[in-house]
Each structure stands twice: as C-alpha cells, then as structure tokens.
C-alpha cells in the first residue's frame, strides 16, 4: 500500500504506521488515549445474516456459493461485534502496555515528547460504523470488504468506517500504530497528529504467507504467534503445507484436531484465513506406512522413483483409494471449512516410473496416466467443493497433465519459473479466461472461474 500524505511535504521518519495507507492526512496536535477508552459498534447489517466466511461473503459483497444461496462457510459462532471487541482489547492492550518509546525515530537529544503538564485532551470513545453501504472510495469488491477509514478529530472525537468486520481488525491494528508510549512514567499514550484522516484498503486480494509443517515440526503455538505477525502487517492468507511423504518425527510432534481448530480460530481472530494443503496423489508415502495398498513404488530408490525422497504415490485405479479419500476429506474437510474456504489439494511432482509397479495401471505412459489422474482430481475437487470449498492445486495438473477443469473456481497455483505466456493461458482448458494473480509470497496464481 501506498501512502499520501496531506499537510506534509514527505513523510517523517517518526510515523510507525505499515502497511503503509494509501491515503493519511494529519495535523500536529497531540491526543492522549484514555485507558478507559470504550468501544461503541453501530451495525447496519441485519443481526440474522449468518457472517459466514468474510473472504467470501463480505470480500465478494456478497456473492452466492455454487449451489446459488449464501456462503455460511465458516465463522458462524462468532459475531461482528464479537471479532471487533477481541481486536479493540488487543488495541488498547497493545497501545497503553506496549511501552514503545520512539526515541530512534528522532536525532539523538532530540525533545520530541509532549509535554505531560499541559492540559490533556483524550480519547474516550471509539466509533466503528459497520454499513456495507460505506463509501469507502474502494470500487473492486475484495477492497471494499477490507477498506477502512479512521478520522480523528483535534477534540478527541474517533469515528472508524468500515463495510465488514475485517476492514474493522484492520482498522484497529493502524490506530495502534498511531500510538507511542511517553517516557514519563505513567503519563500515557499519545499521538501528535491530530486531527487526521485515513483511507485504505489492500491492493493485493491474496497476501500471504506458506509453512510447511510436514517436513518441519513447528508447533501451534508459534504458528499462532506467526498469524498475530501476520495480522499486525494485514496478511490474509496462512498456507499450511499439512502433508507430504515424511512422517513425524516423534509422536509428541503431531497435531490434534484440536490444534488445528484453535489455529484455524485465532486466524479468524486476527484476519488470517488458514488453509490446510494435503498433497494428493504424489508425496504420499507416509499413508502407505498405514495403508500399505494404497500406495506404489514405496522405500523404491528414489532417484528413479521420485523427485525426492522417500518414494511412494497413491495408486490410481483403486478403489480402495477412491474409499479412503472419501473418508480422509470428509473428515479433514467438514473441520476446516467451518473457518477457511479454501483447500489446497497439490497435484505436484508425480512421478510417472512409480506407476509401472502400480498393480492397478501397470504403465508409466502419459496417455494411459492422463485420464486416470483426471479422473483423481476430479474426485477430489468434488468433495472439496461438497464442502463449499474452492480448491487450490499447482500449475503441473493444467501444464504437465492437460486437465480440463471443472465449472467452478479453481485456482493454479504456479512457481516462480513459470511465466504467464499465452500457450500457458491457453493451455489451461476452460472457458472462461486465465487472468494471472498474487499468490503466497513469490508465487503466482491464476484463477479459473465459473
């Protein structure tokens, strides 16, 4: 995001505020936050319109699912006014307990603290008007559900506009920003520029960030401690790489269900959808170490057999594999789509000598393969999309394998190296355009809609 600053020739080295907003318009009076602040939620949204999965409900304002009613998928325990007055405490924790004293933002001796002797005005109150009628000066629909305004007054008066819960953590997370600590002790919080106006909202629809917890164990508690990260710079997106063919390194470092959930549930909390990725039909031996009949070509020398080690891919013409995918993703599924709509089902590095030991196919041709991997996918896309979901796999089943996809949202994910030529776009064999966008860091992601 950009800024645009009014009443400043250039920003000064002493605002802390990023993302920086595409617009800030301030003075150089000083307001104290009252640590007795209130929080006052006026909502112009029906208290009966479940809030579904902001990312797409709201994000699309508000667009029908595939089956043509409204999108429930997802926060359907918690209320706007819930989610808003988690994210007000965590302001107020954040402004009146930080202790952020901005002494390296000024030249060395530099007396930039107000002075703590002078009357004080404060703010007393702040007032967040929910109305996804807002004229928030934002026109694409993701925008507008993420756009916020702040206007402060010079008198203390604190007015915040949003048309969704998430412009509202967002929001949040700037006017904590706008705060720093005095030395003095217990003088307080303070900002120098009132009275200001903010207009913002995100350029990018998909800002995120990918962990793979298959390879490398890295607990819940520092995958929430990186979603607090991510909420404070407004990333939206956690990619959770979930499964791949390593098993865990002991039994202490295996999620529950439980985890998973409360992840899940503190990403909605800070505006993080989290979405799990299973990879499916390759990296997949660590089911064969339960289920050695649904996988080929396991502990074969890799080199021959795989991209990496340890080999093992699902078989494809079993319909003991067909039975057990049903019952992994119905289960898996039915969780995770109470708080993402998303599902990323990989599709990555197959390997095509596994499938000559495949009792099932017999073969390493392209030709024989292609409609039995399409024939998997589809498989797979089904339940996810049974579930409400939009399905997330990697460029190689379009480019390598020459899928035709379904007649819904899909999105390709694609690595760095591939460049978005026209026979890339055209390859991808659906009837409605390739359009390129960002996905996951260094990413690029393409959607095919419906």
């Known amino acids: ?173 700037t006017f904590a920003q706008l705060f720093f600590a005095h030395s003095s002790p217990s003088a307080g919080s303070y900002t120098s520029y009132a009275p200001l106006l903010i207009h913002d909202s995100p350029v990018f629809e998909h800002r995120g960030l990918n962990l793979d917890i298959s390879r490398n164990w890295i ?77 080929t070509a396991k502990d074969m020398p890799w080199s021959e057999y795989a991209l990496e080690p340890p080999s093992g891919q699902l078989r494809l013409n079993s319909s003991e594999v067909t039975l057990f995918i049903h019952t992994l993703l119905d289960d898996l599924l039915s969780r995770t789509s109470r708080h993402s709509s998303l599902f990323h089902l990989g599709g990555d590095e197959l390997n095509l000598n596994a499938y000559r030991l495949d009792p099932t196919v017999k073969s390493s041709s392209h030709q024989i393969l292609q409609p039995l991997v399409q024939a998997f996918i589809d498989l797979v896309i089904s339940i996810a999309t049974a579930h409400s979901l939009t399905v997330i796999m990697w460029e190689e089943m379009v480019l390598d394998w020459n899928l035709t996809l379904p007649q819904q949202d899909v999105i390709i994910q694609l690595g760095a190296a591939v460049t978005m030529t026209p026979s890339v776009r055209s390859s991808a064999k659906a009837t409605k355009p390739f359009s390129a966008r960002m996905l996951t860091g260094t990413l690029t992601a393409g959607t095919v809609t419906s």
Not at 39 to 59: D, E, I, K, N
Request: glycine fraction near 6%; include cysteine.
């Open 219 to 295: 607990s819940p508690a520092d995958v929430m401690r990186t979603i607090e990260a991510m909420g404070a710079n407004k990333l939206n997106r956690l990619h959770l790489h979930a499964s791949d063919a390593h098993r865990a390194y002991s039994p202490a470092q295996i999620w529950s269900t439980e985890d998973l959930e409360a992840v899940q549930l503190h990403g909605t909390y800070h505006g993080v959808q989290v979405f799990t990725e299973i990879d499916l039909p390759g990296h997949t031996t660590s089911i064969g170490n339960a289920y050695p009949s649904l996988v």
């Open 1 to 173: 995001m950009r800024a645009l600053l009014w009443g400043c020739a250039l920003i000064s080295s002493s605002f802390a505020l990023w993302p920086q907003p595409k617009h800030f318009e301030h003075g150089s009076s000083t307001l104290w936050l009252s640590a007795n602040v209130q929080l006052v939620h006026t909502s112009h949204t029906a208290s009966t319109q479940p809030l579904g999965w902001l990312w797409t409900t709201v994000q699309q304002v508000i667009r029908p699912s595939h089956h043509g009613a409204p999108s429930t998928v997802g926060w359907l325990s918690l209320s706007s006014e819930t989610l808003l007055q988690s994210a007000f405490e965590r302001m107020k924790l954040n402004v009146l307990h930080g202790g952020f004293v901005p002494r390296k933002f000024h030249p060395r001796g530099a007396q930039f603290e107000p002075a703590t002797d002078n009357p004080k005005r404060y703010i007393e109150r702040i007032v967040i008007d929910e109305d996804p009628r807002n004229n928030l000066t934002s026109t694409e629909r993701h925008e507008k559900s993420e756009a916020y305004t702040i206007d402060v007054s010079e008198n203390g008066a604190a007015l915040i506009k949003i048309a969704s819960p998430l412009g509202g953590l967002h929001a949040l997370e």
